[in-house]
């Protein structure tokens, strides 16, 4: 969540549990009220929403990463068993070349699902040459796993997407509905210096202070300056 959208909510979470401490029973401001706590319960879901999408994100790149390393480390000893084959075998017709180690994601899994097809067209004359029980089957359900990792991760970053638009929307309205209570409060706290000060410290937003800037002394050219204490 981007650090001004935060503070703008924090703000909303302030002014609801404010309104709700002094509450005001005029219809109109109740109706208000209950807007920015609808609103505040929408950017939750929103933020959850997000934070659980990155989450997804974070573990379907993880899970991508591992099942790539198989791919490719399965991908290298068929190619060894089909080079083998093909020394006395040379019509045996299996894809042996390896990825390169930035190949695309299309791309490495096109190249690993011809292999499997041509290799399991071949599968009784590779089979004296070390092709092992349920390598090819292993492979695929590799493949499997990791296009179903793709999937997962795109669905998450949509989602991502989502939540983040969701988050400026609401956030925007809390803002507009803080206004909207400024302008009730300012009159109906006027002849209140306690509550309207508490009112205003409620609704600003908490900015972090800027650094603050040293000024530097001018100097003249060639002017002596005094030592330092």
């Not at 009220?33 to 929103?46: E, F, S, W």
């Not at 959850?48 to 591992?66: F, G, M, P």
């Not at 669905?155 to 400024?182: F, P, Y």
């Not at 410290?201 to 330092?228: D, H, I, K, L």
Request: proline residues 6%; glycine residues 6%; aromatic residues 4%.
């Amino acid at each position: 969540m981007l650090e001004t959208i935060r503070l703008k909510l924090d703000t909303g979470g302030r002014v609801l549990e404010f309104c709700r401490t002094h509450p005001d029973p005029d219809p109109g401001t109740v109706q208000v009220v209950d807007r920015l706590g609808m609103l505040i319960g929408r950017a939750g879901d929103a933020a959850l929403q997000q934070r659980s999408s990155l989450t997804i994100v974070a573990a379907a790149v993880s899970h991508k990463t591992e099942l790539r390393f198989k791919i490719e480390n399965a991908l290298a000893a068929l190619f060894g068993v089909a080079k083998a084959a093909a020394v006395v075998n040379p019509d045996i017709a299996v894809h042996r070349r390896l990825p390169r180690p930035r190949t695309n994601e299309n791309s490495l899994l096109t190249m690993a699902e011809v292999a499997v097809a041509e290799a399991t067209a071949v599968r009784d004359r590779l089979v004296p040459y070390g092709l092992r029980d349920g390598m090819l089957e292993g492979l695929k359900e590799d493949i499997d796993a990791y296009e179903s990792e793709i999937g997962r991760q795109r669905n998450a970053l949509a989602a991502q997407v989502g939540a983040s638009a969701d988050l400026r929307a609401v956030t925007k309205e809390v803002m507009q509905v803080i206004k909207n209570l400024d302008a009730i409060h300012r009159i109906r706290f006027a002849r209140d210096p306690e509550l309207k000060a508490a009112w205003k410290s409620a609704r600003n937003v908490a900015w972090p202070n800027p650094e603050p800037e040293v000024a530097e002394t001018p100097t003249t050219p060639g002017a002596v300056q005094p030592n330092a204490a």
